[in-house]
């Protein structure tokens, strides 16, 4: 299968230089990294019940202080459009919380497939498409009526039922996707910026308007904010985290059955009467 990157006069989702800088920022702040901590359990705990040793991991992170003591041994790998990795070098490739950056997500999960051995295990974690829906909708409002239109101001991201879908586009095997939610309480919309800040991930997007807003722009949408999202004393934000899994494709490997060729019903297994379909 040969790997089909993002041609030069496609239009780009993300603003590289932008995000080196936020993420860069970031790093230097290192004050709110609760998200990928979270996404380190949760990744933790999963290969706990997967029950298999690895031997050759790698993860791809944007973060690598982070990450490096998530799975012992493992190698960390920057995240950018081609990534360094060699195939059929690992039995274990983690995608780490930046894929919904990636103007060709399917072009990185090929690129993780194809660094796996044979039955070898792919998770992604990344953020999904409730996070900072709040958010969305407040600069929104604010957006159109102080501004009469709208910007893009916060990276769109991918529903769960399509983002699980492209593990079988990448070529992997058993796939299955699922998410956790998460709603944080801030006590307005500058302590949530904040933290958006310290994360790396405020607006890179490449479409963004590029001017400073004006100063009501947040006022008002801090206003809408708080009327829409009241939490407590606060404000409430959403972070959804998708997981996805994936294996490379081996023989040895459970396969569905064909349509037809069950040997017992359901119904007697289940001891109820079987219904016809009119019934």
């Known amino acids: 299968m040969s790997l089909q990157m993002p041609s030069q ?3 780009k989702l993300t603003d ?34 997967v029950n298999r040793r690895f031997t ?11 990450w490096v003591d998530a799975i012992p041994g493992a190698t960390l790998v920057a995240e950018g459009e081609v990534l360094d990795l060699r195939p059929g070098a690992h039995d274990l490739v983690v995608h780490a919380m930046c894929l919904h950056w990636a103007d060709d997500p399917v072009g990185q999960l090929i690129q993780c497939r194809r660094a ?22 407040a600069l929104g409002q604010a957006e ?4 009469g239109g709208l910007s893009p101001r916060v990276a769109p991201m991918g529903e769960i039922r399509d983002i699980g879908a492209l593990l079988q586009r990448a070529g992997l095997a058993l796939p299955v996707a699922d998410l956790t939610t998460l709603t944080v309480r801030y006590r307005d919309l500058s302590h949530l ?17 590029r001017r400073t807003p004006p100063r009501a722009l947040f006022e008002r949408a801090n ?9 407590q004393d606060g404000i409430a934000a959403t972070f959804q985290t998708i997981f996805l899994t994936g294996w490379a494709p081996s023989e040895t490997q459970q396969k569905p059955l064909r349509p037809g060729s069950a040997q017992a019903r359901l119904a007697d297994a289940l001891g109820v009467p079987e219904l016809g379909p009119d019934e």
């Open 116 to 137: 796996l051995r044979e039955d070898g295990l792919l998770m992604v974690a990344m953020l999904g498409g409730e996070t900072l829906h709040e958010l969305r909708a």
């Open 16 to 49: 590289r230089d932008a995000l080196a800088v936020r993420r860069a920022r970031a790093a230097a702040d290192g004050s709110a990294w609760f998200l990928h901590e979270s996404a380190i359990d949760e990744i933790q705990e999963r290969l706990k019940d």
């Open 9 to 11: 006069t496609q239009p």
């Open 223 to 231: 206003l809408h904010y708080a009327d829409a999202f009241a939490d």
């Open 56 to 66: 050759s991991a790698a993860i791809v992170t944007a973060h690598p202080d982070v």
């Open 144 to 147: 159109s009526e102080v501004m």
């Open 193 to 209: 910026v904040r933290d958006l800040r310290a994360m790396g991930e405020t607006n890179a997007l490449a479409a963004r308007h």
